[in-house]
């Protein structure tokens, strides 16, 4: 199942870089994203609308996402027990502590937003 995941992810990266990507490479809205993101880390900076605190803020939404998906990530590495270590761990259960993550990354998000909106 996870070949299937990871061979239909990378059909679809493949599909945009030879596809995609030129088409909106030469639409002139696009032009100038194009022209700062020309590495990974570029197009990392780009997205994170040129702000750490965005940056930051994906990283914690990334992480309760991870949270929530304990037990399958759990599972699928083989180690149904890790789910307890976490808890013992952390002290609160894993869906509570991503949801938490997740919540916290949308307020950092939106006032960040907010203030860009305004510059």
Known sequence: MIWIILATLLGIAGIYLAIIRPILEAKPQFRKFYAEADTFWKKVWALAYKS??????????????????IESIAALFGDPDFKAQFINLVGADTKTVGYILLAISLVTFAARMRSIVRE
């Open 52 to 69: 750490s605190t965005v940056l930051v803020a994906y990283g914690q939404a990334a992480l309760g996402i991870l949270a929530t998906q």
